[in-house]
């Protein structure tokens, strides 16, 4: 980048002295003295090659090429006070965002409260669903600020700290279609015996003995697609109401 050859205080000053009129005026509004401000409107002029103000007496009117660059002094000198703007509110803001990595099995209508929350206090939320190993290793990696993860009875270590927020109601979810063969009611023979889809990519093992009943399991934590292969009856789930309500044909 090419050095600028006139200084932020020279515009300022020149600036301030074509909205004002004067140099008294300029020099009250700048808290700076009328020497000052000579000297530097001086040196503004001198690095220019011209004149910007023709001065008669004490009165100071901006030539041709003075009308033209205040204009742009002035723009400039907006541009400088949104950034100052901008910059002063950095150190307010820098605390107000939250990472949130969440379970899969979380209920939505839970996130989106959490997330309408944050908003009235001003807080950006950035959040995605991860298993519990990936949430943990993303808190340790100070990827995320916060995870809301499945239980596995074990100790997080002296870095984490954590707290029970409740629990989630998981049920087995499948089209009619996928068992209609099947007597009813369905045994855990039936369940083992066809495809299930799994909301974590990787699960800890303790997780997956919780979960996990066939033994021939699809990937797949996107509610909507997960949807779509529950009323296609492709496989069955193990989640929470929030997934499956609305699905045709499940239960």
């Known amino acids: 980048?090419?050095?600028?050859?006139?200084?932020?205080?020279?515009?300022?000053?020149?600036a301030t002295i074509a909205e004002t009129g004067s140099l008294s005026q300029a020099a009250i509004r700048l808290a700076k003295d009328r020497t000052t401000l000579r000297d530097l409107l001086d040196y503004l002029e001198d690095a220019l090659g011209y004149r910007l103000f023709s001065r008669e007496g004490r009165s100071l009117t901006l030539t041709a090429e003075g009308e033209q660059l205040f204009?742009?002094?002035?723009?400039?000198?907006?541009?400088?006070?949104?950034?100052?703007?901008?910059?002063?509110?950095?150190p307010q803001t820098a605390g107000q965002a939250l990472r949130l990595v969440y379970d899969p099995f979380v209920p939505r209508e839970f996130l989106c409260a959490l997330a309408d929350n944050l908003a009235r206090r001003q807080i950006r939320l950035s959040c995605w669903s991860a298993s519990r190993r990936e949430a943990e290793q993303a808190l340790s990696d100070g990827v995320a600020e916060m995870a809301i993860c499945q239980a596995n009875n074990r100790t997080l270590g002296s870095e984490m700290e954590w707290r029970a927020l409740g629990t989630v109601d998981l049920r087995f979810y499948a089209a009619d279609s996928l068992f209609h063969d099947a007597p009813r009611p369905l045994t855990l023979l039936n369940l083992s015996l066809t495809p299930q889809l799994v909301m974590h990519r990787r699960s800890d093992d303790q997780i997956a003995r919780r979960l996990q009943i066939s033994g021939h399991t699809l990937y797949m934590n996107e509610i909507t697609l997960?949807?779509?292969?529950?009323?296609?009856?492709?496989?069955?789930?193990?989640?929470?109401?929030?997934?499956?309500?609305?699905?045709a044909g499940s239960q």
């Open 226 to 247: 997960l949807r779509h292969a529950l009323e296609q009856g492709r496989a069955g789930v193990f989640t929470g109401p929030f997934a499956a309500r609305r699905v």
């Open 71 to 90: 204009r742009q002094a002035h723009l400039l000198l907006r541009q400088a006070q949104a950034f100052e703007s901008f910059a002063q509110t950095l």
């Open 1 to 14: 980048m090419k050095t600028l050859q006139y200084s932020f205080a020279q515009i300022e000053a020149f």
